[in-house]
């Protein structure tokens, strides 16, 4: 598997979503309350940018006249013809056994736990291919890190 960095947890805050290219794949981050969600960016019914819809919540009935609005924030609706989509499974809610969007776990891990080398260089920052002396530094923060298997 390919381990994916994203970057800093902080820059995605709750109610918020930011669109990744992870090898080849266009893939969106919710931050859901404090815990991050991960979706494919692109809807099954005609290739939409899936991530660009709104995210909204459940709503369940346990009769007539009952109304349950419940998850909210765990629902996302393409916007260009308001599929939605269950941002933990990625299952449809119309289909869900046949219709569904690939969902991927996201880590949240301190820097100490990433190798030197994946950590996201600054944006206009290249590597070279000479390294100076080092010195240790106390970094603090948590990364988002995807893995992605073979599909």
Excluded: K
């Amino acid at each position: 598997m390919a381990r994916h960095v994203l970057c800093p947890a902080a820059e995605i805050p709750p109610g918020e979503n930011r669109v990744f290219d992870v090898g080849g794949r266009e893939i969106g981050v919710y931050n859901v309350d404090g815990e991050f969600l991960a979706l494919r960016n692109r809807c099954p019914h005609q290739g939409g940018p899936l991530c660009e819809g709104v995210a909204v919540g459940a709503l369940t009935s346990g009769g007539p006249g009952e109304y349950i609005y419940e998850r909210p924030g765990e629902v996302i609706r393409c916007p260009w013809h308001a599929w939605e989509f269950d941002l933990r499974t990625g299952r449809s809610w119309f289909d869900p056994e046949r219709q569904r969007v690939r969902a991927y776990d996201v880590q949240v891990l301190p820097i100490e736990a990433l190798a030197e080398d994946e950590v996201p260089p600054r944006p206009g920052m290249l590597p070279g291919p000479y390294r100076a002396e080092t010195i240790p530094v106390e970094v603090e923060g948590q990364y988002l890190v995807i893995e992605l298997g073979r599909v």
